[in-house]
């Protein structure tokens, strides 16, 4: 790795909103303190911090300098890959302190903070909130790779909860288009994560470099 390539991924972080994603954290620790009295109430207020983080964090790929960075010799996607990973490593721990505190908050209703968490299915809740973040992310890139940047999060932001409103109406009703997988099932949103993920991979190829294989030599 070239001292030039060591600095552009060493200059992720300062691309993540991180202040941001903190803010968020705080406000999703008050309201679940103030309006959660069930796992299942705590649960959805997870989720929704989860949908939030998931809107700001889409930012990462918003980065202004993107015209310049573009002729550097260090591909889109290991720049756009760290930024993400930068971002994953903020939100990670920012959900699962609202979502302990929320069980902290609950647990002095004769139930302890592991039986809490164990209710709301931290398995299922973890996947539907990184499928929820990479889909932020894989429409952030395909917005700033068509419109510029500055898109990324104005598309992301409304795909997030748009998909998010689209699960919670339809619920069960939701179309199987994910096969040998129950909507809502932690396999039915590990595949989702895993088309996100795919997804945002091909948007942050760089065009230049897209289907280079074809390309005769």
């Not at 202040?19 to 309006?35: D, E, F, K, S």
């Not at 109430?41 to 993107?66: H, I, K, M, N, Q």
């Not at 539907?128 to 940047?149: C, D, F, K």
């Amino acid at each position: 790795m070239t001292v030039r390539q060591r600095a552009t991924w060493l200059a992720a972080p300062r691309l993540v909103p991180l202040p941001a994603m903190g803010a968020v954290t705080v406000i999703g620790c008050v309201a679940v303190v103030l309006v959660v009295g069930t796992p299942d109430r705590l649960r959805a207020w997870v989720v929704l911090t989860g949908v939030v983080l998931a809107a700001v964090a889409a930012s990462a790929v918003d980065d202004p300098t993107e015209s310049v960075a573009a002729s550097a010799p260090v591909a889109r996607r290991p720049r756009w890959t760290a930024r993400v990973a930068t971002g994953a490593v903020g939100a990670a721990p920012a959900v699962a302190v609202v979502a302990a505190t929320g069980a902290m908050a609950l647990s002095d209703n004769a139930e302890s903070v592991v039986d809490v968490l164990d209710a709301m299915d931290p398995g299922t809740l973890g996947f539907q909130i990184a499928a929820y973040l990479m889909i932020g992310w894989a429409v952030g890139a395909a917005a700033v790779r068509h419109w510029g940047p500055g898109s990324g999060v104005r598309c992301a932001g409304p795909a997030v909860f748009g998909f998010h409103l689209a699960v919670e109406a339809t619920g069960h009703l939701w179309p199987r288009w994910l096969p040998g997988a129950e909507m809502g099932t932690t396999g039915w949103w590990r595949a989702v994560l895993g088309l996100a993920t795919v997804a945002f991979l091909l948007a942050a190829t760089d065009p230049a470099r897209r289907l280079s294989w074809r390309r005769r030599p």
